[in-house]
């Protein structure tokens, strides 16, 4: 009795100095996805996807010039990310199939045999060592051959996908119990064809990207139907969708302020969850609106804003077993004024959604130029996640800091205490959160800012002819969060020692525990 009262002392001592635990049955997990780690872009029957199209065909588009042809080598060296993962103690690995890794053209009829081995090696290894393999059916690098089709905004890729994930579902749902359609759709749409942000590239701001959101939609939906009527049953899996969006804070307290936040929740997250999660579905009405009135007043003869039947209104209802969402920053919005004196395009989705954005420059900054730290935005997008949608099972999939190098992370370290905190503050609120996945379990090719910006737990020297991937201070701090479901505040461990490889020489250099070179680059690089 002695000894127990005694552990409770401790724990309690270490709860009262700003220790934090999650439920016992909280999941921890690391994510990863396709094109940024895989590699091995033409190898062993892969065909084209459009990423590889972008950065080969368009390599001044990508901030450092680099490309995904080898990224971290992982479909060699898928192994070593299963011993990190394992090493990290958490419960999921949340990664993604590359659709032309299976499907050469992204059509049923072709079977790329050696990469179903490569997805059923990592699965195997990963249940072996007790991981939960989460995985996503579509993270953004579509078959090219589908997109010569016209991609998302071709109807006819819905009956595409949907034989896609019906292979999948027949081919790995055996094991794969946690199944995504969909990752943030608002970057395969908005971000790749209303302006020239991710592959394919397109600048074409108003139209296409609300036809690809559509078909999108649909296209999950389908997905949804085939898991849930032919395989759910004898699989025993879920089936969910991620969205992704930050927080829209007000700028002041203003009633057009508060308004303004909520058209953009309804605008970015809205786009996506309503049709799915909510109780009437279909689009949000301010969306069914803004953009019908602004097709009229545009001259057009119908919203550019497609419409659901009644039958896909019903198929969407409810198609999600789960919540995915991601976030990372949070946004100050206010509205546009009357004559649209900032220029959106017109029409846009910018210009229909008619929010001015920015970013608070006394939040702390991170490697990134989008992303300033704001603790409390994924507290408030919970929230209004678990009000509008009537609290649903929520995982958050994707949540993690951005830093120009190094092994010594600390902004990385005070950044996850500070968000997952935020997160605990959400579930002692009720919201139903039950899992949280760190980005990125170590430096990938991070689309087009290439490799100049580093999400990772584990540092990747790309210098080494290994790809060498070394611990950093987070890695280790995550490590203990998934071991003891503590945030533990006090903490800042070393990262593991390692010291640079020089590709001339062939030898390393600079002894260094944080990598102190690649910190200086990065200091330099806000200097300047």
Known sequence: MKCFALVCLVL???????QRKFPDDFLFGVGTSAYQIEGAWDEDGKGESIWDHLVHNHP??????????????????????VEMISDLGVD???FSFAWSRI???????????????????????????NITPFVVLYHWDLPQRLQEMGGWTNREVIAHFKEYARFAFKTFGDRVKSWTTFNEPLQTCRQSYEWDAMAPGYDFPGIPSYLCTHNVLLSHAEAVEVYRQEFQSTQGGMIGITIDASWSEPNTNSTDDLEASDINMRFFLGWYANPIFSAEGNYPQVMI???????????????????????????LKGSADFFGYNTYTTARVYKIDDTNSVGFPEPSFDHDRGIIEYQDPEWPETGSNWFRVYPQGIYKALKWINKEYNNPL?????NGYSDLGGTRDEGRVNYFKDYMSAVLDAIEEGCNVKGYVAWSLMDNFEWRAGLSERFGLYFVDYNHPNL????????????DVARTHVINMDLMPEPEE????????GSMIVPTVSLILTSIVAMLRHMF
């Open 92 to 94: 999921i690995y949340r």
């Open 394 to 398: 929520v995982y958050v999939t994707e």
């Open 289 to 315: 609106d803004r953009v019908g009135n602004n097709s009229v007043a545009q001259g057009f003869t119908k919203s550019r804003l497609p419409v659901f039947t009644q039958d896909e209104i019903n198929k």
């Open 498 to 505: 390692y010291t640079l490889y020089d590709p001339g020489t």
């Open 12 to 18: 309690a001592v270490g709860l009262a100095n700003g």
């Open 468 to 479: 060498t991937r070394v611990q950093k201070s987070s890695a280790r701090f995550y490590a």
């Open 103 to 129: 499907m050469p053209t992204g059509i049923s009829n072709e079977i790329n045999q050696k990469g179903v081995d490569y997805y059923n090696n990592l699965i195997n290894a990963l249940l072996e060592k």
């Open 60 to 81: 001044e588009k990508i901030a450092d010039q680099t490309n995904g042809d080898v990224a971290c080598n992982s479909y060699h060296l898928w192994q070593r990310d």
